[in-house]
């Protein structure tokens, strides 16, 4: 026993690096002030919501407002997918400054996640919603209106639907999911969730939810593709899909062959007792074994998927919904991208380095998303339809992983890149008001809880500009994957778009295209078998993509077609070079990086320093206030882990959060009367000035301000 009780102890190792390279946050409220450098209102405005402001799919599909299609509008999202353990919906005084500083913050949109949990939290009875909670909600839409923000919100969310008498409604437990396929009943639960909670008349508004122009997108039911609700609900010793499918799956067997003996020439693994007329097919024993069976299933999968999403879209246009309905948002596979062929919009899911949960154990891989060359955003451009809006419901680089830094510049360069509609980071909300909230995923950093994070609320930041001002340009070259229909589907249910032609949206817009409607010169074709290189020559070729494109495969190097993006996938280094926003996250820097008016000379370590210049129509060369961003890595107070690695968290500890002590020699290419470097507390505080000089500026930037350590600087030129 003692051995073993010194052995655990041991085991729970601090963060490996000195105490006196963390720097606890000084700042408890973190409202920003009007005016704050932090405040882009001014030049990210965001107007009254009304019939003619209504997102409808515009011109190529792009989100556009209803009085103006032919003009793409890109939407920042605030990701509210709060529960009692963060606090759960605020009250309405709270709500007003909340949703104020959304707007402030840069954000146009917010996605509701698991409202139904929300309102059915501790209820006994089918749809006995709590009234205060369901006042809240009301409330809060109506303050994001009057803010100016879209609403994306979830047909349904938890797998308990608003059943009574469940207290593990934001858990995997239930079954809902998978039986709006196959059970009358729960179909009519799901329409009448819809009626009860989007069709009822909001007070504070004065119409539904559901007929008001401010509700842009709803997504039906979140994940609930069949093959993924079933991997959810994988357990030792239980077969890997539910019996429930069985009679279904035959049924549809029977339609299509007809005959044991015509489905005998095509199953190999059909067993003697196994018939179609005694419908007594069997489901497949394992998903990850390939087989004929697997793509049959795979086949049924994609009627059903396709009947049931027009099934409950009819649902909400009987009650007057005029906006854009999506499903199917995660698991980028084959049968899901057919699943999602007819739908009004895509919307995805994804993540770096996914953490499974909060107990001790939890574990990260610790892997940076620049070395596999941002495949966790690769693999949602290729699930992507062209011509319909595409929207990131939910993506993370995640908490506690060193290199989460990364995100705040990889996801919203080539978001913008790719011609993305909206992007919604996930969490408990962006933002909080203040630290020290007396809630139980409050009370320090947490995965999925990026408003705590500075080095993630660096990259909201960031993203604002990258991505909603239109910092980063969308790409000049499209290169359509093609896809012909059910006969894509391989005997691999897992089966994606291969990985190394993925490749190619880090250099111009990819995407999905019926094969027979080609808009393209230079197309992926099917079957996969073209080699990425040999793309890339012919577009050089055609003239699409710049002779003089820097990208090198065998390298690792890939430029975008616009040039204002460069991965190195090797050095594990990405950049950023635009008119209004210079970056660059690096997680080693062995040399200068010049990025055009700001040069990268030297640094202490990895992280992310960015330059934007403020304003509408800002320009480095010609701005006088210019935004400084420089992130590092931040954890909590007596943060422990199982390992030296830093892969296994033991205990999460408490606030306050502590940033990594960190600096990076800079140097500018633009010559000044004077120039002054101050502070910017994460409030948004402009704090006094650390460094002042004459001519081109040039200085060390650390993080450890007097006032306190900050990710945001103000460089006044004159």
């Known amino acids: 026993m003692l051995i073993a009780a010194l052995s655990a102890l041991l085991a729970a190792v601090p963060a490996a690096r000195a105490a006196d390279q963390w720097l606890p946050v000084r700042e408890t409220s973190l409202e920003l002030q009007a005016g704050s450098p932090l405040d882009f209102s001014a030049f990210l405005p965001n107007a009254d919501i009304t019939s003619d402001r209504r997102l409808v799919a515009g011109a190529n599909g792009r989100l556009a407002f209803a009085a103006t299609p032919e003009k793409p509008e890109r939407m920042l999202c605030a990701s509210l997918a709060w529960s009692p353990a963060s606090g759960g919906f605020p009250d309405h005084r709270t709500a007003d400054r909340y949703a104020l500083q959304l707007a402030t913050h840069g954000y146009n949109m917010a996605r509701l996640h698991f409202v139904d949990a929300s309102l059915m939290f501790s209820r006994e009875k089918d749809f006995d919603y709590d009234p205060e909670t369901l006042d809240r909600v009301h409330y809060l839409l ?3 209106k009057r803010n100016g923000i879209y609403w994306i919100i979830d047909g349904l969310s938890s797998p308990r639907g608003a059943y009574g008498g469940f207290e593990d409604r934001w858990d995997a437990g239930g079954n809902l999911k998978l039986a709006l396929y196959l059970d009358d009943e729960a179909f009519r639960h799901w329409t009448r969730m819809q009626e009860t909670i989007l069709g009822r008349v909001n007070p504070y508004t004065g119409v539904a939810p559901i007929r008001d122009d401010a509700l842009a997108l709803v997504i039906l039911a979140n994940e609930n593709g069949i093959e993924f609700d079933g991997v959810v609900h994988d357990r030792p010793g239980k077969a890997p ?5 069985a009679k279904p799956f035959n049924d549809w067997l029977a339609k299509r062959y007809g005959s044991t003996e015509a489905l005998a020439k095509l199953w190999p693994d059909l067993g003697t007792e196994e018939s179609v007329e005694a419908r007594s097919i069997a489901l497949p024993s394992d998903r990850y074994a390939d087989s004929a069976r697997l793509r049959d299933l795979q086949a049924f999968f994609v009627e059903t998927e396709r009947a049931s999403a027009v099934q409950m879209s009819d649902v909400l246009r009987r009650l007057g919904y005029r906006g854009l309905i999506s499903t199917y948002n995660n698991w980028p596979t084959i049968q899901t991208a057919l699943s999602r062929r007819d ?5 995805m899911n994804t993540y770096h380095d996914w953490v499974s949960g909060y107990a001790p154990g939890s574990t990260t891989t610790q892997t940076s998303s620049i070395a596999d060359a941002e495949n966790y955003i690769r693999m949602i451009a290729a699930a992507r339809w062209l011509g319909k809006p595409f929207v990131v419901s939910e993506y993370d680089h995640l908490f506690w992983n060193r290199y989460r830094y990364e995100a705040g510049l990889a996801m919203p360069a080539y978001a913008a890149l790719q011609g993305w509609d909206a992007l919604c980071r996930h969490g408990h909300g962006p933002i909080v008001l203040a630290y020290g909230e007396p809630f139980a995923h409050k009370r320090a950093m947490f995965p999925y809880a990026i408003a705590l994070d500075p080095v993630a609320r660096a990259g909201e930041t960031l993203a604002a500009l990258l991505y909603r001002r239109g910092d980063v340009a969308t790409a000049d070259v499209t290169i359509p994957f093609a896809v012909r229909g059910e006969q894509d589907l391989s005997d691999d249910m897992q089966a994606r778009e291969p990985e ?3 490749d190619l949206g880090l250099v111009g817009r990819i995407g999905l295209e019926d094969a027979n409607r080609p808009s393209a010169t230079v197309t992926v074709t099917q ?9 890339l020559e012919q577009l050089r070729g055609r003239g699409a993509l710049a002779a003089g494109n820097r990208s090198d495969l065998d390298a690792g190097i890939y430029e975008s077609s616009t040039g204002e993006i460069l991965l190195n996938r090797f050095s594990g280094q990405l950049r950023v070079s635009t008119a209004a926003t210079e970056a660059a996250a690096f997680s080693s820097l062995r040399e200068p990086v010049d990025l055009g008016v700001m040069r990268v000379e030297s640094a202490d370590g990895d992280g992310l320093v960015a330059l934007s210049a403020l304003g509408a129509h800002a320009s480095l060369a010609r701005s006088k206030r210019l935004l400084l961003i420089f992130a590092t890595d931040a954890q909590n107070t007596n943060m422990t882990f199982r390992d030296s ?11 306050p959060v502590r940033i990594r002590k960190g600096y990076v020699d800079l140097s500018f290419a633009r010559d000044a009367a004077s120039w002054q470097l101050s502070p910017i507390g994460l409030d948004g505080a402009v704090e006094a000035p650390v460094a002042k000089g004459k001519g081109p500026a040039r200085f060390r930037l650390g993080n450890d301000a007097p ?3 900050t990710t945001y600087f103000l460089l006044e030129l004159d």
């Open 343 to 347: 739908l009004e919009a895509v919307t």
């Open 241 to 245: 899909y539910d019996p429930a499918l």
């Open 142 to 144: 109506a303050a994001l």
């Open 527 to 535: 079957p996969r078998q073209q080699d990425t290189g040999e793309v």
């Open 645 to 655: 690695e830093e892969k296994v968290i033991e205990d999460f500890g408490q606030l």
């Open 500 to 502: 190394h032609l993925t």
């Open 707 to 709: 006032s306190g350590p």
